[in-house]
């Protein structure tokens, strides 16, 4: 009886898209609806964004939620008390919204679930930004999946969800006059002041991204025509175009990974030739579900090795050789590259991820938590479960990781992966005029060659920080205590 006409509203949070959008649909096939956002602060593990790089970010998707949803109402404080107050001044019976997974935001919705209800108001949450919720994949024994090639067997062989339409004929309602000024108090997105300002570091950010469902959308489309055909080879390649760089439009859900899973498959169906492309570039959308499964059943992921052996590990003290690396100066040009990448637009290509990680954890010997917290401070696709496994998977110290004793060789690396230095050259400039031979190491270069290319080691570019060779030792050494507690004597 109420079901045919009722006023409910739609919380939006890291669902900051119209299509494919579960809470919004059913909302919309009730009634008028009242759609908002709710900036949350001093709740940490629960807020919207990661960090500094993330802030600007959400303020551009916001942006365009309210472009195409202009009845979008901003609000910043607790969700319980927003929720509640705007639910007693317009009469909606019910809140939606779309489920989150970080294990802080799954206590903080329990509260406001009950609270909620304690009030008579309805609450219905619904499944929106994973292919499989961490709770629904067991393994033969009932237990959650430690490894991730069973994990994505059992996950792929699902039938997903088909994504939803984008609901048309939208019912908002209207607030009057003398209700809106007795509502909660709307906030205006400029008076957040999400963007860095002194320096804008972020100025040039709208050249490489754009943010909402809209840039999502085009992104993908860009990446299904001209990357996909060549991802499994390419996907190691930073010097490439070759990956989606979809992962910030997914954390921040202005796309789902169903309408990822959606149209490829269509990609590869009409052109069988990209089937191993595609089921590749599905499995790393299975890593992103591997690393939420893994935080949801290992609430710590981010604060503690999943291996507690690591727990013995002797990391070192060293502000100055961690400033060096997160300013790109450590004199290893894939790892500054990478480093500089990262701070100039916020995002970093995975491979180098992996080496500038290693570089940190097994080089400089500096523990994992310290590169994790400058990773969520500066990449736009910050994601606590992505980072936290990524680190841990670097480190060794996590769930099915490579292992530690494998000690990533930066020269090595940028010469497979970068053969012909493009990448370094983007990114180290001052390093451009060494050739092909010679950029990946210039610490190896004769110091002739350096000068006709313009390099003074020390000046124009850094001597390395460490010895590749006593690092990996050093590194070892430490890897003996994890192994056995005794080999420190
Ligand atoms: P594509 O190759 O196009 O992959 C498609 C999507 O799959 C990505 O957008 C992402 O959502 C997902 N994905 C791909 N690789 C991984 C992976 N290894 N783990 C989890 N999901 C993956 N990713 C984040 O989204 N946020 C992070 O904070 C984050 N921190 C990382 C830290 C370290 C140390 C490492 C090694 C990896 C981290 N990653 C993180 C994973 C990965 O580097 C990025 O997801 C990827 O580089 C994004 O680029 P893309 O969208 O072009 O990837």
């Given at each position: 009886m109420g079901e045919s006409c009722m006023n409910s509203i739609v919380w939006f949070r890291?669902?900051?898209?119209?299509?494919?959008?579960p809470a919004l649909v059913h909302a919309a096939s009730l009634g008028p609806i009242i759609p908002v956002f709710i900036l949350e602060e001093n709740s940490p593990g629960t807020h919207?964004?990661?960090g500094t790089a993330q802030a600007w970010w959400l303020h551009h998707s916001l942006q365009a939620l309210s472009s195409d949803l202009p009845e979008l109402r901003l609000f910043r404080g607790r969700p319980e008390e927003i929720l509640s107050e705007l639910a007693k001044k317009t009469g909606a019976n019910a809140v939606f919204w779309n489920r989150r997974y970080e294990p802080v935001a799954i206590e903080r919705d329990k509260k406001t679930k009950t609270l909620l209800c304690d009030h008579g108001i309805e609450v219905q949450s619904f499944a929106a930004s994973?292919?499989?919720?961490?709770?629904t994949i067991k393994n033969g024994s009932g237990l959650p999946f430690k490894v991730f090639t069973p994990y994505w067997r059992s996950v792929r062989g699902r039938r997903f969800q088909p994504p939803l339409p984008r609901p048309d004929n939208l019912r908002i309602y209207n607030f009057p006059h003398d209700t809106r000024s007795s509502a909660p108090t709307p906030s205006r997105l400029?008076?957040?002041?999400l963007c860095p300002r002194n320096?804008?570091?972020?100025?040039?950010w709208l050249d490489h991204w754009t943010p909402g469902e809209a840039g999502a959308f085009a992104r993908l489309d860009h990446f299904i025509n001209?990357?996909?055909?060549?991802y499994a080879a390419l996907?190691?390649?930073?010097?490439?175009?070759?990956?989606?760089?979809l992962s910030a439009h997914l954390h921040f859900g202005e796309i789902s990974p169903m309408q990822i899973a959606h149209v490829t498959a269509f990609a590869s169906q009409t052109d069988p030739l990209l089937e191993e492309d595609a089921a590749k570039f599905m499995s790393e959308i299975g890593w992103r579900e591997f690393a939420h499964h893994l935080h949801f059943h290992f609430p710590d992921l981010d604060k503690k090795?999943?291996?507690?052996?690591?727990?013995r590990y002797p990391w070192n003290k060293d502000d100055e050789a961690l400033n060096a690396w997160k300013k790109g100066l450590t004199g290893y040009p894939i790892v500054d590259a990478g480093m500089r990448e990262l701070w100039q637009t916020g995002f970093m290509h995975n491979r180098v991820r992996m080496v500038a990680a290693s570089f940190l954890i097994k080089?400089?010997?500096?523990?994992w938590r310290e590169g994790a917290r400058w990773f969520l401070e500066?990449?736009?696709?910050?994601d606590l479960a992505n980072n936290s496994a990524g680190w841990q998977w670097v480190a060794g110290?996590?769930?099915?990781?490579?292992?530690?004793?494998?000690?990533?060789n930066p020269t090595t690396q940028a010469r497979k992966f970068d053969p012909e230095g493009t990448y370094i050259r983007k990114w180290c400039p001052e390093l451009s005029d060494l050739d092909g031979a010679s950029i990946h190491a210039?610490?190896?270069?004769p110091l002739d060659a350096l000068a006709r290319a313009g390099v003074v080691l020390g000046?124009?570019?850094?001597?390395?920080?460490?010895d590749h060779r006593e690092a990996r030792k050093s590194a070892l050494d430490g890897y003996a205590l994890v192994k056995d507690p005794a080999a420190g004597g």
């Open positions: 890291q669902d900051l898209r119209l299509c494919d959008n919207s964004f990661s994973l292919l499989a919720e961490p709770w400029e008076d957040w002041q320096p804008d570091w972020a100025e040039n001209a990357g996909l055909r060549g996907r190691d390649r930073p010097d490439r175009p070759n990956t989606s760089r090795n999943w291996k507690t052996t690591f727990d080089h400089l010997r500096i523990d500066t990449l736009l696709d910050a110290s996590g769930a099915d990781a490579s292992p530690y004793f494998r000690i990533f210039p610490f190896e270069v000046r124009t570019y850094p001597v390395p920080i460490v």
